[in-house]
Nanobody, 128 residues
Framework: QVQLVESGGGLVQAGGSLRLSCTAS????????MGWFRQAPGKEREFVAA????????DYANSVKGRFTISRDNSKIAVFLQMTSLKPEDTAVYYC?????????????????????WGQGTQVTVSS
């Protein structure tokens, strides 16, 4: 069982930055692709960014491309989401997720249904 815990959310003004962290307990994340998703009130959960198990490939939603950066540190069992130039429309609960099925395939799953483990989420609020 993989237990994921997100941190780093908060309230920030438009144009500001935040860095989200996702750490795991119970086992290493080295054989999981990792993703970040978000869900705003009244909206469906949406893909934000993902990174392969090796860290060699990443993918981003068009809405965050060029502003957000996903990275991982397997030795620390952590994944990060650096968010810059934040906009009010980035306001949401951000979730970290782990995907075992695409390990070592070179593929990245952008659908929430493809992920096996989820964190509890961290709130990001961007004020205008």
């Amino acid at each position: 069982q993989v237990q994921l815990v997100e941190s780093g959310g908060g309230l920030v003004q438009a144009g500001g930055s935040l860095r989200l962290s996702c750490t795991a307990s119970g086992r290493t994340l080295s054989q999981y692709n990792m993703g970040w998703f978000r869900q705003a009130p009244g909206k469906e959960r949406e893909f934000v960014a993902a990174i392969t198990w090796s860290g060699s490939s990443t993918d981003y939603a068009n809405s965050v491309k060029g502003r957000f950066t996903i990275s991982r540190d397997n030795s620390k069992i952590a994944v990060f989401l650096q968010m810059t130039s934040l906009k009010p429309e980035d306001t949401a609960v951000y979730y970290c997720a782990a995907d075992r099925s695409t390990y070592n395939t070179g593929n990245i799953d952008k659908t929430s249904g493809g992920y096996d483990y989820w964190g509890q989420g961290t709130q990001v609020t961007v004020s205008s």
